[in-house]
């Protein structure tokens, strides 16, 4: 009778670690999944920006993030008030970034930013005057930025 149940305790246990092992594993590629058909989506939400990516992969594990043809623009050109951006980067690579650190405390940190073949026209945004911050913008550490063959041209917004 007890050899029954300590054989069935035996099973529900290593179902639960079974199921545990499965979603563990089936994490970073249900997530990667996801992140490409939603990261977009989200940028082009959030952000005053137009995002078209045509290839995005991420690894959850060692945090490299790593997106091909990039096309950008400033959703309504004429607001000075946004830091107007326009053009294509042909690879962006990130490497090391603190996913977790991310998502719970809202600071970013990554060891490298790798831009390949951009080619950007960059106008800032008109200096706001002097008012009382209400939200605190997000903490960014970018130990490396390195930036290969490309093209940016950046202008006041004057």
């Given at each position: 009778m007890e050899t029954k149940k300590t054989s069935k305790r035996k099973k529900i246990i290593l179902t639960g670690i079974s199921v545990l092992l499965l979603l563990l594993v089936a994490f970073p590629f249900l997530l990667n999944i996801y992140l490409k058909s939603k990261l977009p989506d989200l940028v082009n939400e959030k952000t005053p920006y137009h995002v078209e990516m045509a290839q995005f992969n991420f690894d959850l594990i060692s945090g490299n993030l790593h997106i091909n043809d990039v096309k950008i623009k400033t959703k309504n050109p004429k607001d000075t008030a946004v830091t107007q951006l326009s053009g294509t980067?042909?690879?962006?690579?990130?490497?090391?970034?603190?996913?977790?650190?991310?998502?719970?405390?809202?600071?970013?940190?990554?060891?490298?930013?790798?831009?390949?073949?951009?080619?950007?026209?960059?106008?800032?945004?008109?200096?706001?005057?002097?008012?009382?911050?209400?939200?605190?913008?997000?903490?960014?550490?970018?130990?490396?930025?390195?930036?290969?063959?490309?093209?940016?041209?950046?202008?006041?917004?004057?």
């Open positions: 980067i042909g690879e962006l690579e990130v490497a090391d970034f603190g996913v977790f650190k991310a998502l719970f405390s809202k600071t970013y940190k990554a060891k490298l930013l790798k831009i390949k073949n951009p080619n950007l026209d960059i106008r800032f945004a008109k200096k706001k005057k002097d008012v009382a911050k209400t939200n605190k913008k997000p903490d960014i550490f970018l130990s490396e930025l390195l930036i290969e063959n490309g093209e940016i041209k950046a202008v006041n917004h004057e």
